[in-house]
T-cell receptor, first 113, second 112 residues
Framework: GENVEQHPSTLSVQEGDSAVIKCTYS??????FPWYKQELGKRPQLIID?????GEKKDQRIAVTLNKTAKHFSLHITETQPEDSAVYFC????????????FGTGTRLKVLA | DSGVTQTPKHLITATGQRVTLRCSPR?????VYWYQQSLDQGLQFLIQ???????AKGNILERFSAQQFPDLHSELNLSSLELGDSALYFC???????????FGQGTRLTVV
């Protein structure tokens, strides 16, 4: 069945450093890979997403890369700030017809000032 | 505001009881997802509906059931509640299965 593995489970970085979170998916039919940020006590919110026809996407300090062959995708946050501290979830989804929206187990990122 | 409305926000009930959680998706969204998030845990996928039909099931207990109505709102029914069912239950909606999912604020269920 579908599965998304996410690493690491916790990550501490110094302010200004970069953070990288990695996910691996099992279903090669997956074509949509979003990343969500969940701040304490709040709902998850989309921060960036990528589709399978694109290898990389960037939005200011955030970037996502996708390796379809290896079924890996990663979130990169540069110049981290204290407000980046949150739990980050990756997800993988498939085209219409199956609709399962599976999340990774989450990464708790702490940015130390 | 994501446009997804969940009620109630908080619910405290006793073991053995039954509760119903309600979700109104964003206008135009046909897909509704339910997730369970226990303390400091991830988002466990429970079930998904698309335009009134069940499309995918996750690790949903037999004591739990859900449905999506013609007006596209969805309800998650939890019965014979146990202490371990205490969690934050999120509903999310999207246009289709491969687009951004918008989350409601969640219903925090406490079973005592």
């Amino acid at each position: 069945g579908e599965n998304v593995e996410q690493h690491p489970s916790t990550l501490s970085v110094q302010e200004g450093d970069s953070a990288v979170i990695k996910c691996t998916y099992s279903d090669s039919a997956s074509n949509y890979f979003p990343w969500y940020k969940q701040e304490l006590g709040k709902r998850p919110q989309l921060i960036i997403d990528i589709r399978s026809n694109v290898g990389e996407k960037k939005d200011q300090r955030i970037a996502v890369t996708l390796n379809k062959t290896a079924k890996h995708f990663s979130l990169h946050i540069t110049e981290t700030q204290p407000e980046d501290s949150a739990v980050y979830f990756c997800a993988a989804s498939k085209p219409p017809g199956t609709y399962k929206y599976i999340f990774g187990t989450g990464t708790r990122l702490k940015v130390l000032a | 505001d994501s446009g997804v409305t969940q009620t109630p926000k908080h619910l405290i009930t006793a073991t053995g009881q039954r509760v119903t959680l309600r979700c109104s998706p964003r206008s135009g969204d046909l897909s509704v997802y339910w997730y369970q998030q226990s303390l400091d845990q991830g988002l466990q996928f429970l079930i998904q509906y698309y335009n009134g039909e069940e499309r995918a099931k996750g690790n949903i207990l037999e004591r739990f059931s859900a449905q999506q109505f013609p007006d596209l709102h969805s309800e998650l029914n939890l019965s014979s509640l146990e202490l371990g069912d205490s969690a934050l239950y999120f509903c999310a909606s999207s246009v289709s299965g491969d687009t951004e999912a918008f989350f409601g604020q969640g219903t925090r269920l406490t079973v005592v």
